[in-house]
């Protein structure tokens, strides 16, 4: 027997408050008579909603939930009331309806009001058997990029996943960016630690500059001080031995 869609929620939530959530998998449970139940305005966080295969005819009982912005509605019964989506999820950017039984423009046009809506998916749906049908979404819906997985041009949309990795890596290498230019930490304090290291070696090789000149000028001091005594000895005997020719003389 499988498990009704309130249940589902319950078992989701796992204790959590419903104001808490921001992702929601009901897929491959039971809607009761085709209806959505059990969700109300008191998922007011969710930004991805997730019921495929739940046996969906319609969309009436959506409750308002403006931050939702990933909504999976694939291998549903639904064929039409697009317009409540615009109504309660205005900033949905991705819609998939593939699988449903949508077979013509009138349909999606409901979609028009969807001003975010990046991407939109109708893969399995009868109105993918139109005459140029790719071509008709196109110019119907003007604010999409992505028809059933690829642009105008037949690229392929980017897949989610890839999409969060990239960012990631780049918030990394922006990151690493930063710590390099800013230099490590404590960086500016080695190099005035280096600067005041030389500064204080410097400081002691010209104390000892100083005192090298001090010592050669005390030893030049000491030279000149024995050249004196020696000259005023000098003279003290030369004048005694006049004084002794005189003596003789006389």
Known sequence: MEMKMKQKINLELRNRAPEEVTELVLDNCHSVNGEIEGLNDTFKELEFLSMVNVALTSLAGLPSLSKLRKLELSDNIISGGLEVLAEKCPNLTYLNLSGN??????????????????????????????QDYRESIFELLQQITYLDGFDQEDNEAPDSEEEEEDEEDDDEEDEDEEEDEAGPP?????????????ASDLEGEEEEDDDDDDDYVEEGGDEEEEEEEESVQGEKRKRDIEDEGEEEDD
């Open 101 to 130: 039984k949508i077979k013509d423009l009138s349909t999606v046009e409901a979609l028009q009001n969807l001003k975010s809506l990046k991407s939109l998916d109708l893969f399995n749906c009868e109105i993918t058997n139109l």
């Open 186 to 198: 404590g960086g500016y304090e080695e190099e005035e630690e280096d600067e005041d290291e030389a």
